[in-house]
C-alpha cells in the first residue's frame, strides 16, 4: 500500500525527509496491511519499517536498538489502541506511528533550568558591554532633556522597549556607572530573567492603601534619595 496524497502535484520533486521516507516505506510493503492484529504483528510492523534500508535515514542505530523492545508495549496497549494504530498504518501514517515507539526525550526539570538560565544571565552580566546603544541612549537622554517642555510632556519618562534577553536591564546598569541613576527591577520571584527582582520594593508599592498612593511614592522617593545622599558621603570618607 502507497500514499496517494503525498503531493499535490506528481510534478513536483522537492519533499522532506519524512514524506520521501514514508513513500519508500509504501513501496516497500509486500501485502496490504490488515485492520487489526496482535501486539506481535503490530510491533514486528514497527521493527520491520524503522529497519527498511533507504537513503532517507531517519533513525539512529539507538533508536532501531530501542524499537526492538516495542512489543511489551504493544503488548500494554487495549485492542482498540492498537486498531487505531493499524489504521493510522493503513492510511501511510507510518512515521506517526513509529515515532511513538522511539526513546522519548525527558524535559529537564524546571527548577534545574531555571538555575541554569539564571547562572548564564550572570556570566554575560559581567562580560564587557559591546556596541554603541549606550553612547545613543546618553545622546537621546541629553536631546530630551534640552526639549523638555512641562506644557507639551506629561513627564519625563523615556521607555526601553526590546524582546527579553536582548540586553536592556544591562544597558540600564551601564548607562548608570557613568549617570546618576536609581536602578529598580519589579520582576516576580519565579520569572527567570537577569538581574533578580526586587522583593521587598515590589511588594511595597503592591501593599499601598488605596487612596494613599501618591503619599507612599513621595515617601519612596524621599528614602530612595536620602540613601542616594548618605552614599554619596561615604564614598567622600572612603576616598
Known amino acids: 500500500m502507497s500514499r496517494s496524497n503525498t503531493l499535490s502535484h506528481p510534478e513536483e520533486k522537492t519533499l522532506s525527509k519524512v514524506e520521501q521516507w514514508e513513500k519508500d516505506v509504501g513501496k516497500s510493503l509486500r501485502e496490504e496491511i490488515p485492520t487489526s492484529g496482535s501486539a506481535f504483528m503490530l510491533s514486528h510492523l514497527i521493527h520491520g519499517f524503522i529497519s527498511i534500508d533507504t537513503e532517507h535515514k531517519l533513525f539512529t542505530e539507538d533508536q532501531r536498538e530501542y524499537v526492538i523492545g516495542s512489543f511489551q508495549l504493544c503488548k500494554s496497549m487495549s485492542d ?38 539564571a547562572s548564564l544571565y550572570a556570566s554575560y552580566w559581567i562580560n564587557k558591554f559591546k556596541g554603541s546603544s549606550l553612547k545613543s541612549l546618553r545622546a537621546y537622554v541629553l536631546k530630551q532633556e534640552e526639549l523638555w517642555s512641562s506644557g507639551r510632556y506629561y513627564a519625563k519618562i523615556i521607555p526601553v522597549i526590546q524582546s527579553s534577553g536582548m540586553g536592556k536591564s544591562r544597558l540600564l546598569s551601564e548607562f548608570s556607572k557613568t549617570t546618576p541613576s536609581v536602578y529598580y527591577t519589579l520582576r516576580e520571584d519565579d520569572d527567570t530573567g537577569y538581574p533578580p527582582g526586587d522583593t521587598l520594593i515590589r511588594n511595597y508599592f503592591r501593599e499601598m492603601p488605596a487612596g494613599h498612593e501618591d503619599l507612599f511614592a513621595t515617601c519612596f522617593l524621599a528614602a530612595t534619595f536620602k540613601r542616594c545622599e548618605w552614599r554619596i558621603l561615604v564614598e567622600q570618607i572612603l576616598g
Open 80 to 117: 482498540e489502541e492498537r486498531t487505531g494504530f493499524f489504521k493510522q498504518l493503513r492510511e501511510g501514517k507510518y512515521y506517526s506511528v513509529v515515532s511513538h515507539f522511539l526513546p522519548k526525550q525527558e524535559e529537564a526539570p524546571k527548577e534545574f533550568e531555571d538555575k541554569f538560565l
